[in-house]
């Protein structure tokens, strides 16, 4: 596992733009926040892993800043030897995740992109509650996509997902 300074390293050096890694600190900060709660409540959560996962979770927005980012920053994990959970994370953090149709549709391979460890769940859940760097609560997330044209059923898994996670804002 890499440390979280090397992690913002890994952002700068394949050319984040300084707002994306400012977006990236703050899905950090409030990943961990998400995982320190859950873990109050007995659920196990490894944090480090959050919290480095939250930082790379837009790793592709490096090179491409359209819903395909996540599958950008998929092959750039790879390429780079990280961790497969911080692939994974970095893969199914969009919304509340994709599914093969939803992928299908938006013109990436067509594979399910739904998290599922806790891990990759909390991540995808901080980021729904972060917009560029101000916390937001899943109400105003599920308006902007509304708003954005995305599905009933996507809006749901996003909602669904906070109510798994017991949080729904920050």
């Known amino acids: 596992m890499i440390s979280f300074d090397d992690a913002l390293e890994i952002l700068r050096k394949e050319g984040a733009a300084q707002n994306v890694i400012e977006h990236c600190i703050e899905v950090s900060k409030v990943s961990v ?4 709660i859950l873990q109050s ?3 196990k959560v490894d944090i480090e892993l959050v919290r480095v996962g939250g930082l790379l979770h837009d790793l592709g927005r490096a090179r491409i800043h359209d819903i395909s980012h996540a599958h950008e920053g998929t092959l750039m994990a790879k390429e780079l030897g990280l961790d497969e959970r911080l692939v994974k ?3 199914n953090h969009i919304g509340a995740g994709l599914t093969k149709e939803d992928a299908k549709e938006l013109g990436l391979p067509e594979e399910d992109f739904i998290p ?3 891990e990759e769940k909390i991540v995808a859940h901080a980021d729904n509650l972060v917009k560029g760097t101000r916390k937001i609560g899943i ?3 599920a308006s902007i996509m509304k708003k954005k044209g995305a599905s009933p059923e996507s809006i749901k898994r996003v909602l669904s997902l906070a109510d798994e996670l017991g949080i729904a804002k920050l």
Request: net charge positive; charged share 55%.
């Open 33 to 36: 926040e998400i995982a320190e």
């Open 41 to 43: 409540r007995g659920d």
């Open 89 to 91: 994370i970095i893969r």
């Open 116 to 118: 599922r460890s806790i």
């Open 139 to 141: 109400d105003k997330r």
